[in-house]
């Protein structure tokens, strides 16, 4: 099997574990991954707020690299890359305008783009191309007795539910499960909003958000949340001490990329998954899973 | 058009009449010059115009042209024949013209309503009326069919509208089958506490009627039975009727309940406890069933699932009515009409997962609780939490469901009703309790509804305008702690609100029964883009369908409050009883009819008739047509490769009569 | 236009937002708003806006939009789509939330001290100068201009970060990162067309 791969900015920066996990866990279940050649930033939540039809057009400058690189489809870690890039084909299909106009933009880059490049979410690939079955079966190392909270976030199955519920998503769930783990199907706030970049813009809301998330997952005695987007990943992690701070908690909860948790079922080594560039220490949870 | 068709009669007098329907088509199409040219059209003796033709002033000049100048043959340059060939075909049989004889011409709805253009519309009113006087000339004199009406009538569906329209039948002496797939009468009413805005004991008021139909001579009740198969037509129904096997004599059952005491099998859910309680393998639904036999459930009962059973039901029954034995009984009944009165089903809400029905304890639906607060229910009428404790907060969420494009865009229209009428019933039982009541717009239309409202929020109900946007047991306080918080903004305060709850009634909206599509094509009839039962006309027509002789009534043809049922149920069995009180019915003569001599035997037609209204006989090796069944939609006309069905007012020299006619100018 | 739109820029910006929102696929269901409030109840942060997305709505339809342009409300949407997902209308909430972003920049209406324009001016300066997003250059400048606390609020995960190798100082420039000046270009040509 083998997927166009696009990584997103911050797996240059603060999401940097993402990224090598995913390459860790994906070269475990024999899945090649081709990076996105000279791809750009997606826009995100941050370009829609300054032009709709120019953020259309970045996004789908990397549809186009993607349609002339290869005819895989296109497969996506962040959550919010994944909407922006999905968002984007669903417009161009939508409106011929949009199409019209992104076209124009990419042609004065001799570029175009036809709308029919397919984005998935890396969930996705995993739970609905490779499939729970194959999935078991490359397990070295059943997560059993790891209590599993998977958080979706927002922008996992928002707006679209291309492949999950956009109220109550269960696909991690079911892949979680597939590998062993005992997992919270459901704690309040799976798929609540985390606050995103509101963190640095105004810190208090995010805060509160995150208090919220953790405070679900705290009562539901999760071992650890594992997150399928860089920024709820930071807000998470990076921010549980400000949260304890902030609301008189003493949450130690550690946080994951869920590529870093399943690479370790599928036999990776915690050095391979970048466990060791986590803020909360996740050591405990390695060491709680059945060898 | 083949050369050697001639006109028919050598001597036609076509009159025309060009109507101005005020100025719905004179403020678009230029009569005069329309009526002038036509006056000059081979065949046309004379070409009126008038304001409205379908007055009765505008009838006499149809009436009076026919006596006093030979007119035979007339056109009417009006609107759409579906609103007034009737009127004129009637003014032109009083005049002693044979009906058929006359034909209108649609130069509104297809013409002087959907041009812009003035010269263009009066140039299609030409085509249009021109296609009527060439055709006219080939129109034959047909005189309707009239089929013998069966003078007895079935019921489908064994709830209040059902049984309304039975007793209501019966009162003027004619026959009835009541059909019911449940094992006793009553719908969705039996499990009521009370109704509103009265606050009638829904039983009270029920039972009477539930029993009337019971002990009544014309009413053959068919309960714990469906309708497996419908043939006929209108007046001539042919209906196949299974009577599911009960496992126990009816004839000899007393209901005396002492099977269901000795039965080993006690934990089925109920399903007229909505789950909540439990049931024996043998079972009557409700204390005040009709009829009261009892029923035994083979999916359950160890003896019919072949397991090893001491059969104590066997012992304990004096009369012996036990039967393992029974089977299916199907019936072939003949009726002459039949009323669909098949009720609706709750929108179950575990399909929006944000209220956490099914996954949060006391979050309850609208028929749980109305189970709860009944006295015959699983909790003796106590109003309490799975725990078995009072509420001290209960809110109450509308429009679950509802208003909804992602489910269900209508309006029940009797949710802001039963909420309020909840909202009543626990703080009776349960005064100290908080109650709120979250709504979108209170709907209080009926007579006595707005005082109702008044009444409740005199007794302190917490009126809070806001859709809830999510059910959450996760506390962020101490005062949540253990409670489930309904998070909404209320919009009238313009602030988002955690309001905590120990129960939480989901008052969702009311849907199709999820077989009504099948059903209503077993019947020959069509639902709504709802999924409702489809009336003939939404203000005019509500209790008909499309199909003659198939009525419907209450909630299967939309949601409707019990004073609009019984109403709707009245007014069904008016139309019934207004086909089947008469010996015969007229049909319509505009039939097709198969020629045996031409008919080379490929059954073409027999496939494709919507209305199985051809038949092949064996003998001959050829089609009929069953003239009273025919709706002269033409199909079998168009799909013959022999052109041999000719349909009667619609042939082909009429058809090619009337293009040459349009593209004559 | 309502006769509520008094002022000339109230005008304006309402004609603007007709304009934009009527020509996205499904803008038109503004229309059939029925006050519900459910947006306003899912909304994660709607207790610290000055209007919630359903007030916003209410507004548009009195002729107000320009006292939502103006204040806090658009830019404490996180996209979280939560609204969008259960509005019972299908209204697209948070793309109008966004439409109304790219209005208070556009007419230079964002309040003066706010921290999330200046993000999404420096995100935006960052993607074009590099092609991607550089991270810490983006929290540097953000820092600067607007946040004197973070560095100290931010000290201890900062460090950590910092030695797990998240945050790299230097940024990679794409071979194509010119291509994005041109792609705007022309469709700032494209408007300045039709305008």
């Given at each position: 099997m083998r997927y166009l791969y696009y990584p997103g900015c911050s797996s240059e920066a603060t999401g940097k574990a993402y990224d090598i996990s995913t390459r860790a866990m994906m070269e475990k279940l024999g899945v090649e991954l081709v990076e996105l050649d000279d791809w750009n930033c997606c826009?995100?939540?941050?370009y829609f707020n300054v032009r709709e039809l120019d953020s259309f057009a970045i996004a789908a400058r990397n549809l186009a690299i993607a349609q002339k690189q290869g005819d895989e489809d296109l497969c996506v870690i962040c959550n919010a890359c994944y909407t922006t890039l999905a968002k984007t084909n669903r417009y161009i299909e939508e409106s011929p305008e949009v199409h019209e106009a992104v076209n124009g933009a990419l042609g004065a880059v001799d570029r175009s783009y036809d709308g029919k490049k397919a984005v998935r979410h890396i969930m996705d690939v995993l739970v609905n191309d490779i499939g729970i079955e194959a999935l078991g079966e490359k397990v070295?190392?059943?997560?059993?007795?790891i209590k599993v909270a998977p958080y979706y976030g927002?922008?996992?199955?928002?707006?679209?539910?291309?492949?999950?519920?956009?109220?109550f998503p269960t696909t991690m769930d079911t892949f979680f499960t597939a590998l062993g783990a005992d997992v919270?199907?459901?704690?309040?706030?799976?798929?609540?909003?985390?606050g995103g970049m509101m963190m640095l813009t105004k810190e208090e809301g995010a805060l509160r958000l995150c208090h919220e998330l953790l405070e679900g997952a705290h009562k539901a005695g999760a071992d650890v949340i594992v997150c399928a987007c860089p920024l709820c990943e930071m807000n998470l992690e990076g921010y549980q001490p400000r949260v304890n701070k902030a609301f008189g908690t003493d949450y130690d909860i550690p946080v994951m990329y869920f590529t870093q948790l399943a690479g370790l079922a599928f036999g990776a080594s915690p050095k391979a998954l970048a466990?060791?560039?986590?803020?909360?220490?996740c050591d405990r949870v390695v060491a709680a899973i059945p060898a | 058009m083949s050369g050697e068709e001639e006109a028919k009669m050598p001597e036609d007098k076509i009159a025309v009449y060009f109507c101005h329907c005020g100025s719905n088509i004179a403020g678009k199409v230029d009569v005069d010059k329309v009526v002038a040219w036509a006056a000059e059209q081979?065949?046309?003796?004379v070409a009126r115009e008038y304001?409205?033709?379908?007055s009765d002033p505008g009838q006499d000049l149809i009436k009076d042209d026919i006596q006093k100048?030979?007119?035979n043959r007339v056109v009417v340059a009006a609107c759409s024949p579906t609103m007034h060939e009737p009127t004129f075909r009637k003014a032109a049989s009083d005049a002693g013209?044979?009906?058929?004889?006359l034909q209108m011409a649609n130069?509104?709805?297809?013409?002087s309503w959907v041009t812009e253009d003035r010269d263009e519309a009066t140039e299609k009113a030409m085509r249009i009326l021109n296609a009527q006087i060439h055709r006219l000339p080939f129109n034959e004199a047909l005189d309707p069919i009239e089929v013998p009406v069966n003078p007895a009538v079935m019921v489908v569906g064994g709830g209040i509208a059902g049984i309304e329209a039975a007793l209501k039948l019966s009162a003027t002496g004619k026959k009835v089958y009541l059909v019911e797939k449940?094992?006793?009468?009553?719908?969705?009413?039996?499990?009521?506490d009370k109704t509103f805005?009265?606050?009638?004991?829904a039983a009270c008021i029920l039972t009477p009627k539930m029993s009337a139909a019971g002990k009544d001579p014309n009413i053959e009740m068919l309960a714990y039975s469906e309708v497996e198969e419908v043939e006929g037509y209108v007046g001539n129904f042919k209906v196949k009727v299974r009577k599911k096997a009960?496992?126990?004599?009816t004839d000899t059952c007393?209901?005396?309940?002492a099977c269901i005491e000795a039965c080993?099998?006690?934990?089925v859910p109920s399903e007229f406890d909505q789950g909540l309680g439990k049931r024996s393998a043998?079972?009557?639904?409700?204390?005040?069933?009709?009829?009261?036999r009892a029923t035994i459930d083979a999916a359950n009962c160890l003896t019919l699932k072949g397991k090893k059973c001491k059969q104590p039901c066997v012992t304990a029954c004096g009369p012996g009515?036990?039967?393992?034995e029974q089977q299916d009984e199907v019936l072939d009944l003949e009726v002459g009409a039949i009323i669909m009165a098949t009720g609706f089903e709750l929108w179950e809400?575990?399909?929006?997962p944000r209220y956490g029905?099914?996954?949060?304890?006391?979050?309850?639906?609208s028929l749980e609780f109305e189970r709860i607060s009944n006295a015959s229910g699983p909790t003796g009428g106590h109003i309490v939490c799975k725990n078995g404790e009072a509420p001290k907060s209960v809110a109450i969420l509308h429009c679950i469901g509802s208003r909804d494009q992602n489910h269900?865009?209508?309006?029940?229209?009797?949710c802001c009703m039963y909420s309020l009428k909840f909202s009543h019933l626990i703080k009776e039982h349960l005064p100290d309790t908080e109650v709120y009541e979250l709504y979108?717009?209170?709907?209080?239309?009926?007579?006595g509804y707005e005082e109702f409202y008044r009444r409740l929020m005199d007794e302190g109900v917490h009126m809070v305008r806001g859709r809830a946007a999510e059910v959450t047991?996760?506390?962020?306080?101490p005062e949540e702690e253990g409670r489930l918080i309904v998070k909404t903004e209320d919009t009238l305060l313009g602030i988002v609100r955690r309001i905590p709850a120990d129960m939480v009634i989901l008052s969702s909206g009311l849907s199709p029964a999820k077989d009504a599509k099948e059903v209503s094509q077993t019947f020959g009839f069509g639902c709504s883009g709802n999924g409702f039962f489809l009336e003939r006309?939404?203000?005019?027509?509500?209790?008909?369908?499309?199909?003659?002789?198939i009525f419907i009534a209450g909630c299967c043809q939309y949601p409707k409050d019990i004073p609009d049922t019984v109403a709707q149920a009245g007014a069904a069995a008016a139309c019934a009883l207004a086909l089947v009180d008469n010996p015969t019915v007229k049909v319509e003569p505009t039939v097709s009819y198969i020629d045996p001599e031409k008919c080379?035997?490929?059954?073409i037609c027999v496939s494709v008739c919507p209305h199985t209204a051809i038949q092949f006989n064996e003998e001959k090796k050829v089609a009929e047509v069953i003239t009273a069944a025919c709706?002269?939609?033409?199909v079998c006309v168009a799909a013959c490769g022999s052109n041999v069905p000719q349909q009667a007012g619609y042939l082909d020299n009429q058809i090619f009569a009337e293009i040459e006619g349009a593209m004559a100018l | 236009m309502t006769e509520l739109a008094t002022t000339a820029q109230a005008k304006e910006l309402h004609r603007q937002f007709c304009e934009d929102v009527m020509s996205?696929?499904?803008?038109?269901?503004?229309?059939?708003?029925?006050?519900?409030?459910t947006c306003t109840g899912s909304c994660p942060t709607s207790y610290l806006m000055d209007w919630g997305p359903r007030e916003v709505i209410a507004a548009f339809r009195a002729g107000m939009i320009d006292r939502v342009v103006k204040g806090n409300t658009i830019w404490l949407c996180?996209?979280?789509y939560s609204c969008t997902v259960r509005c019972p209308a299908g209204i697209k909430i948070t793309d109008l939330m966004y439409e109304l972003k790219r209005m208070a920049i556009k007419y230079d209406l964002?309040?003066?001290?706010?921290?999330s324009p200046a993000m999404t001016k420096y995100f935006v300066d960052s993607v074009h100068k590099h092609?991607?997003?550089?991270e810490v250059e983006l929290m540097a400048k953000f820092m600067l201009t607007k946040d004197w606390g973070l560095p100290f609020k931010f000290m201890g995960t900062g460090l950590k970060l910092f030695t797990a190798g998240r945050l790299p100082l230097f940024a990679k420039n794409i071979r194509g990162r010119e291509e994005l000046d041109k792609i705007s270009a022309y469709l700032e040509a494209q408007e300045a067309k039709t305008q």
């Open positions: 826009g995100a939540t941050s070295t190392r059943r997560l059993t007795g927002c922008q996992y199955s928002r707006p679209m539910g291309a492949f999950d519920d956009p109220e919270i199907t459901d704690y309040a706030g799976k798929s609540k909003c985390c466990l060791d560039k986590q803020i909360v220490s | 081979p065949n046309v003796t304001k409205y033709m379908c100048l030979g007119v013209l044979n009906p058929y004889l130069v509104r709805e297809h013409c449940k094992p006793s009468i009553g719908g969705h009413m039996a499990m009521f805005p009265t606050l009638d004991c009960r496992f126990v004599n007393t209901g005396c309940g080993v099998v006690r934990k043998v079972y009557i639904p409700f204390p005040q069933a009709v009829p009261l009515a036990i039967d393992f809400p575990d399909q929006d029905y099914g996954k949060l304890d006391n979050v309850i639906s269900q865009e209508f309006c029940s229209r009797v979108i717009d209170m709907r209080c239309y009926g007579k047991d996760l506390a962020m306080s006309h939404p203000k005019l027509e509500p209790v008909s369908t499309v199909t003659d002789g080379c035997g490929c059954h709706k002269g939609c033409g | 996205m696929p499904g803008g038109e269901k503004i229309n059939i708003c029925q006050q519900c409030g996180t996209s979280c964002a309040p003066k001290d706010g921290k092609g991607r997003n550089h």
